[in-house]
Protein backbone atom coordinates (compact mmCIF):
# COMPACT_ATOMS: atom_id res chain seq x y z
CA UNK A 1 0.00 0.00 0.00
CA UNK A 2 2.02 3.12 -0.86
CA UNK A 3 2.01 6.06 1.73
CA UNK A 4 2.99 9.41 1.64
CA UNK A 5 3.79 11.07 4.68
CA UNK A 6 4.39 15.11 5.25
CA UNK A 7 6.01 16.82 7.93
CA UNK A 8 7.82 19.86 8.85
CA UNK A 9 4.93 21.97 8.90
CA UNK A 10 4.38 24.34 11.84
CA UNK A 11 4.00 28.30 13.03
CA UNK A 12 6.04 30.61 12.01
CA UNK A 13 6.76 34.10 11.58
CA UNK A 14 6.35 36.16 8.39
CA UNK A 15 9.83 36.30 7.00
CA UNK A 16 11.05 32.93 8.52
CA UNK A 17 11.74 29.14 6.81
CA UNK A 18 10.74 25.84 7.07
CA UNK A 19 11.79 22.83 5.35
CA UNK A 20 8.43 20.21 4.27
CA UNK A 21 9.18 16.54 3.66
CA UNK A 22 7.36 13.88 2.10
CA UNK A 23 8.08 10.04 3.21
CA UNK A 24 7.04 7.62 0.62
CA UNK A 25 6.60 4.38 1.22
CA UNK A 26 4.92 0.92 -0.59
CA UNK A 27 6.96 1.48 -3.50
CA UNK A 28 9.83 2.94 -4.72
CA UNK A 29 9.14 6.77 -7.20
CA UNK A 30 12.62 7.00 -8.35
CA UNK A 31 11.20 7.02 -12.12
CA UNK A 32 8.33 9.21 -10.93
CA UNK A 33 7.68 13.40 -11.33
CA UNK A 34 6.38 14.73 -7.73
CA UNK A 35 5.17 17.76 -6.44
CA UNK A 36 3.56 19.63 -3.76
CA UNK A 37 0.21 21.65 -3.61
CA UNK A 38 -1.55 23.90 -1.15
CA UNK A 39 -4.87 24.83 0.00
CA UNK A 40 -5.78 27.92 2.23
CA UNK A 41 -8.94 27.93 3.99
CA UNK A 42 -12.10 28.39 1.55
CA UNK A 43 -9.94 28.45 -1.50
CA UNK A 44 -9.24 25.71 -4.08
CA UNK A 45 -5.87 23.62 -4.00
CA UNK A 46 -3.07 24.84 -6.10
CA UNK A 47 -0.08 24.00 -7.42
CA UNK A 48 3.30 25.12 -5.54
CA UNK A 49 6.07 23.26 -7.18
CA UNK A 50 7.06 20.14 -9.10
CA UNK A 51 10.37 18.29 -9.49
CA UNK A 52 11.37 15.50 -12.56
CA UNK A 53 11.97 11.75 -11.64
CA UNK A 54 15.73 12.79 -11.70
CA UNK A 55 16.02 15.99 -10.07
CA UNK A 56 17.01 17.59 -13.34
CA UNK A 57 14.01 19.62 -14.05
CA UNK A 58 11.68 21.71 -11.49
CA UNK A 59 8.86 23.93 -11.77
CA UNK A 60 7.24 26.38 -9.43
CA UNK A 61 4.14 29.26 -9.07
CA UNK A 62 4.37 32.76 -9.86
CA UNK A 63 3.67 33.56 -6.35
CA UNK A 64 6.90 31.18 -4.81
CA UNK A 65 9.25 31.38 -7.10
CA UNK A 66 12.38 32.56 -5.47
CA UNK A 67 11.29 31.36 -1.96
CA UNK A 68 10.41 28.37 -2.61
CA UNK A 69 12.55 25.38 -3.77
CA UNK A 70 11.73 21.93 -4.56
CA UNK A 71 14.18 18.74 -4.40
CA UNK A 72 14.29 15.20 -3.71
CA UNK A 73 16.12 12.41 -2.63
CA UNK A 74 15.61 9.08 -4.75
CA UNK A 75 17.37 6.73 -2.31
CA UNK A 76 15.36 7.93 0.16
CA UNK A 77 12.06 7.75 -1.53
CA UNK A 78 11.91 11.56 -0.16
CA UNK A 79 10.75 15.05 -1.61
CA UNK A 80 11.80 18.63 0.02
CA UNK A 81 10.34 21.58 -0.22
CA UNK A 82 12.01 24.07 1.29
CA UNK A 83 10.15 27.69 1.70
CA UNK A 84 11.85 30.50 2.80
CA UNK A 85 10.89 34.36 3.05
CA UNK A 86 7.46 33.32 4.06
CA UNK A 87 4.56 35.76 3.99
CA UNK A 88 1.17 35.19 5.84
CA UNK A 89 -0.83 34.16 2.22
CA UNK A 90 1.88 30.88 2.14
CA UNK A 91 -0.80 29.96 4.77
CA UNK A 92 -2.39 26.22 3.97
CA UNK A 93 -2.20 22.92 4.35
CA UNK A 94 0.50 21.47 1.69
CA UNK A 95 0.22 18.14 0.22
CA UNK A 96 3.25 16.49 -1.60
CA UNK A 97 1.64 13.96 -4.20
CA UNK A 98 3.37 11.35 -6.87
CA UNK A 99 2.78 11.19 -10.52
CA UNK A 100 3.24 8.35 -12.93
CA UNK A 101 4.75 10.70 -15.64
CA UNK A 102 8.22 11.01 -15.15
CA UNK A 103 8.55 14.97 -16.25
CA UNK A 104 7.54 18.13 -14.38
CA UNK A 105 3.59 18.09 -13.97
CA UNK A 106 1.82 20.93 -13.05
CA UNK A 107 -1.79 19.44 -13.24
CA UNK A 108 -3.45 18.47 -10.00
CA UNK A 109 -5.51 15.61 -11.83
CA UNK A 110 -2.09 14.04 -13.14
CA UNK A 111 -1.36 13.02 -9.91
CA UNK A 112 -2.21 9.56 -8.46
CA UNK A 113 -0.87 9.58 -4.52
CA UNK A 114 -1.36 11.98 -2.48
CA UNK A 115 -0.16 12.68 1.18
CA UNK A 116 -2.36 14.01 3.89
CA UNK A 117 -1.07 16.98 4.29
CA UNK A 118 1.38 19.19 7.09
CA UNK A 119 -0.45 22.81 8.61
CA UNK A 120 1.56 25.35 7.56
CA UNK A 121 0.98 28.63 9.55
CA UNK A 122 2.74 32.07 8.99
CA UNK A 123 2.08 34.77 10.90
CA UNK A 124 1.99 38.74 10.58
Known amino acids: QVQLVESGGGLVQAGGSLRLSCAAS????????MGWFRQAPGKEREFVAT????????SYADSVKGRFTISRDNAKNTVFLQMNSLKPEDTAVYYC?????????????????WGQGTQVTVSS
Open 51 to 58: ISWNGGST
Open 97 to 113: AVSLLPGTVLRGTAYQY
Open 26 to 33: GRTFSTNA
